[in-house]
């Protein structure tokens, strides 16, 4: 009863759907599942009306979830919750107001037009929005990618997109083929090294613009002489401004180091008090050049003026144009090879010390702040800023380590807080430009003393003078020859580092006993570097001697070899056939085992055990005396 029940139900369902005027049918696009169409064929009608808007609010759910676990990632639940937005907005304001007195400064030390330091701090802040791993870090210009542009760009501005177009295409490279780990081969040593010489450089070229001096040459030592050989041309206005805004910096910046950190039982009075010192302190760059500039306009006024100003600037946004591969000269068009030619070394070390600069800041702030990096996708990120700023006339950059820390400081939650850096960027372009001709570059050159002079911390010697001394051989001499020219530095330290690095690997340490034969326990792998060592320890130990005696080689501790090792083992085998002494192996591990007896090398012996070797080389030995 209860089945005929069911099949008169089943049919009157198959009935209403026949009555239905068409037939849903499945069709697919590129994207999954698409809403079911009707039509009249005949068939058994599926209702998927609303599949695909399902689909598509589950999939905004989820990446809705997924912002929201990234949030807390960076800030913890007690932020991710509310107020990340508000955090960010100010975080950017901050940043904003210190970037664009910055990045004026810098371009003049890559000796670049002051509007390019602006073209180069925009596009990073929206590009590493989307695609950075760091709440913290900031992409723009800086004072040490901005010497390395002058040295290799000659104080060319097409030259310097060019580099940066160059250089991103070599990031986004090395991102796609996953070789960040060659930036593994520069030590910290080099890298502290670099940047002393690179502050030291920095901040005694900008002297000559606190003394109003002017051709003096760029080379460290010869524009100390030359610095010095000139100072009777010091000019008075230009040297009192250079020191009122250098004093002006360090005291705000010493102010800001002496704010409480927590705020709990302060009166309000004291909270705002201390809120208009923090203000005050962080923007100390744009207040200083805006003060500056204001007193210069003053002179020009009044019809007197005492100062050297940046002087007139290109209006406007950048144009959106494909970067420069050859350049129209008085004396004809120089190509692109050329000009790649004239670059020479810089497409390596600007692309490298870009990233080395990034990604150590990055770690630094992530493990600060308890997150962690892709350093892979920063090298994505890092790349592409580079390559598509050079479609807005941009130079080179990097993480700078002043606005990270100032974003980081400032509470910013995500990356989104380089949107409002950006936009101030923009707008600082399109509508301020015609007021940078006020700005006088003593006061520049203030702003980038007090940037650099945190970088130089002379400490790293007396840590590694008590840690490892070894260790301040790279660090000296990238120091010193990089006070020469820093791509010297740098080459020469990583040079040195190589060396220090593989010279255990060459001569490793290795236990040499003599009793009734000679006991060679090597202490790691052998390798080309190294086995020509140990066989002339072996050699010299076995039969240089009164009496040639047998060996034992204790291979427990050796995990790998090469051919190179397996030819040299050949060769002495052979040579201590010849002369009748034995040699024995004892203890080897499998992987090495296996590539031996792959060798099939004559007269090859092996034992489980030291003590087997041993045992067998002492009986050959009282046979072969018998």
Request: hydrophobic fraction near 45%; charge should be neutral; glycine fraction near 8%.
């Amino acid at each position: 009863m209860r089945l005929g029940n069911k099949a008169q139900y089943l049919g009157t369902k198959v009935d209403l759907l026949k009555k239905a005027s068409g037939v849903c049918r499945w069709s697919r696009d590129e994207e999954g599942i698409v809403e079911g169409k009707n039509t009249r064929e005949t068939g058994t009608e599926v209702q998927v009306s609303g599949i695909k808007d399902g689909g598509d609010r589950k999939g905004q759910r989820w990446r809705r979830r997924r912002v929201a676990r990234k949030i807390k990632c960076w800030c913890g639940d007690d932020v991710a919750a509310e107020g990340w937005l508000q955090m960010d907005l100010i975080a950017g304001l901050t940043v904003g107001l210190t970037v664009v007195p910055q990045s004026l400064a810098y371009a003049e030390v890559a000796g670049l037009p002051v509007q390019y330091g602006l073209y180069a701090s925009f596009m990073g802040c929206f590009i590493y929005c989307f695609l950075g791993t760091s709440k913290d870090i900031t992409l723009g210009p800086t004072a040490i990618m901005s010497l390395l542009v002058s040295l290799y760009t000659h104080k060319d501005p097409t030259y310097a997109v060019l580099l940066a177009f160059l250089s991103g295409c070599i990031q986004l490279a090395m991102a796609v083929l996953h070789l960040g780990f060659l930036l593994q081969f520069i030590s910290y040593p080099v890298i502290k090294g670099f940047t002393l010489a690179a502050s030291l450089t920095i901040g005694f070229s900008q002297v000559k613009n606190i003394l109003g001096l002017h051709d003096i040459p760029r080379q460290f030592f010869l524009q100390v002489y030359r610095t010095f050989q000139e100072i009777g041309e010091t000019r008075v206005g230009d040297t009192l401004l250079g020191l009122i805004c250098l004093i002006l910096l360090l005291v705000l910046t010493w102010m800001k180091g002496r704010l409480p950190r927590l705020f709990r039982g302060i009166p309000i009075w004291l909270k705002l008090c201390n809120l208009i010192v923090w203000v005050t302190a962080t923007a100390r760059n744009a207040l200083v050049v805006i003060v500056a500039g204001l007193a210069a306009y003053s002179f020009e006024v009044m019809g007197y003026q005492p100062f050297i100003l940046t002087g007139k600037t290109a209006q406007g946004l950048p144009c959106l144009q494909l970067p420069p591969f050859s350049e129209e000269t008085s004396n004809g068009t120089i190509p692109f090879i050329q000009m790649v030619q004239d670059i020479g070394s810089g497409l390596a070390v600007v692309p490298l010390m870009g990233l080395v600069e990034s990604i150590a800041i990055a770690k630094a702030f992530a493990s600060q702040n308890n997150y962690r990096i892709d350093p892979n996708q920063e090298l994505l990120a890092i790349g592409l800023t580079n390559v598509a700023g050079s479609f807005v006339s941009s130079y080179p950059v990097t993480g700078s380590f002043g606005r990270t820390s100032v974003n980081s400081q400032t509470g910013v939650c995500t990356p989104a807080g380089g949107l409002l850096t950006g936009a101030i960027v923009l707008l600082s372009l399109a509508y301020l430009t015609p007021l940078f001709y006020y700005i006088p570059n003593a006061a520049l050159a203030a702003v980038i003393i007090c940037a650099v002079a945190p970088m130089f911390d002379v400490s790293i010697f007396k840590t590694l003078w008590k840690v490892k001394k070894l260790d301040l051989i790279p660090l000296c001499v990238t120091f010193l020859l990089g006070l020469w020219e820093v791509h010297y530095g740098v080459i020469a330290g990583v040079i040195v580092s190589g060396i220090l690095t593989l010279y255990p690997i060459a001569r490793p340490p290795t236990k040499v006993s003599h009793q009734k034969c000679l006991l060679v326990q090597p202490q790691g792998g052998l390798s080309f570097l190294s086995i020509e060592y140990i066989r002339n320890m072996i050699y010299e130990g076995a039969l240089e001697g009164l009496l040639p005696c047998s060996v034992v080689l204790d291979c427990s501790l050796v995990n790998s070899i090469d051919y190179t090792v397996v030819v040299e083992i050949e060769d002495l085998l052979q040579e201590f056939h010849n002369k009748g002494v034995s040699i024995m192996f004892s203890s080897i591990q499998a992987p090495v085992l296996q590539v031996l007896l792959s060798a099939n090398l004559k007269g090859f012996r092996h034992f489980p055990s030291l003590e087997d070797a041993e045992a067998a080389s002492q009986e050959e030995w009282a046979s072969y005396n018998n």
